[in-house]
């Protein structure tokens, strides 16, 4: 259990690391980073293998420190809000995974959709809450075009590469999935 809690903190630096390098990728370029999502790909890939609280911690500290060390996001309002949005990534991604009947294919891309409408819900709502509503403030248009229409490139990804890292990672057993037997066993065992 203890090399467990161990890996899994290794691990979550290791996707923290990622999330603050991978937006270089970008070339720094802001249109270019909201479209492709480089600091998402890493959120959810810690909420799938280290579970939900590791996903939750990374995911909200991920954007803060961020924009803390290199200036970009900026922290108000885009880093603030991307932490609530990151962290409901990596806790949703994470506690359903973890809770699903069967971990398969089906069940990824479940977990994955639902985590990805959820984080955006609450990324418009975060954003309502600092800007405001009206006129001046964040308008329903806003959260359409920035939870998606934007972000197309970076939802396609996420869904191609995801699934693509999780199945190759079940397929050499680094991360297996888990089927319905072992479940009832490890509820059954208390795990």
């Known amino acids: 259990m203890k090399n467990k809690k161990l890996q899994n903190l290794v691990l979550s630096a290791m996707f923290l690391g990622l999330g603050l390098v991978l937006p270089f990728f970008t070339g720094q370029i802001p249109q270019i980073g909201s479209m492709l999502l480089p600091m998402h790909l890493p959120v959810i890939l810690c909420g799938f293998i280290c579970g939900w609280k590791y996903g939750l911690v990374v995911g909200a ?16 309002p885009t880093a603030i809000a991307m932490a609530f949005e990151l962290a409901a990534y990596g806790f949703l991604v994470g506690f359903l995974f973890k809770n699903a009947r069967w971990q398969c294919l089906k069940s990824l891309y479940r977990c994955l959709i639902i985590s990805m409408l959820g984080g955006r819900v609450v990324w418009g709502i975060v954003m309502t809450v600092i800007l405001g509503l009206g006129e001046n403030g964040f308008t329903l248009t806003a959260f359409l075009t920035g939870a998606f ?38 509820v059954k065992d208390g795990v």
């Open 149 to 186: 229409l934007n972000a197309i490139p970076g939802i396609i990804v996420q869904l191609i590469l995801v699934p693509a890292i999780m199945l190759a990672l079940n397929k050499t057993h680094l991360v297996p999935f888990r089927n319905n037997k072992n479940h009832k066993k490890e």
């Open 61 to 76: 500290v991920m954007p803060i420190l961020r924009s803390a060390v290199f200036g970009m996001p900026p922290m108000y």
